[in-house]
């Protein structure tokens, strides 16, 4: 596709390396409740998903009654666990530098999350008055909702807009917006998955390092960023 007027990131598994650390520790916690899933599992069902569907699927799926405060608690558990091994994800900032569309995030996350997930990183500056979430969208992905929202908020028509995302119903969601889509495979979440797409989620492209957007389309990158940006890897 050709005529991208907005780039939306997904946050979590794309541009900061959250997922495996998020994935771990739910896997620990719901183990203590007899739950039983590894990482295939919650990347194939619970990634891209916010936190109040992952509990209702768990509840139900599992027939388990988790106490009211679980959620708190993991939440406040995560967020430690972020303070101490949260990154950026390698090659982001200079992709953004170099950038030459407008751009965005969205995201599944809470807003307290990804304020701190933001800050932990240093990305805060990059994504101020351009970040959205499913609170603010009636479903989250994989609806369209929030990537509809995202393009209507920056003023873009959704055939416009390229979508960066890594779980599979975020690529439903994205697809379902009627957007460009691809997948970012370089999380530590995914590493010795089986990444094959199911049918209804076949992105337009893969790349696992960021420097492959520039490669796939050197139209997105600034001429004045070369050759001293990540443009330079084209």
Known sequence: ?????????????????????????LIAELAGYGVDMDMAF???????RSYPVVLKEVRERWGVALPDRFEADYRARLLAAFERDLKVMPGVEPVIAALDRPYC???????ERLRRSLELTGLAPLFA??????????RGKPAP???????????VDPARCLVIEDSVNGVRAGLAAGMEVWR???GTHLHGLDLTPPDDAR??????????????RPDLCRPDALPASACAAV
């Open 105 to 111: 995030l969205a995201t599944s996350s809470s807003p």
């Open 42 to 48: 919650v990347s194939s069902h619970f990634l891209g």
């Open 184 to 186: 970012f495979t370089g």
């Open 1 to 25: 596709m050709s005529g991208t007027e907005l780039v939306i990131f997904d946050c979590d598994g794309v541009l900061i390396d959250s997922e495996v650390i998020s994935a771990r520790m």
């Open 203 to 216: 992105p337009h492209q893969v790349i696992d390092r960021f420097d492959g957007l520039f490669r796939l």
């Open 129 to 138: 008055g351009r970040s959205f979430t499913a609170s603010e969208v009636a």
């Open 145 to 155: 909702d929030l990537f509809l929202h995202a393009a209507a908020r920056m003023g």
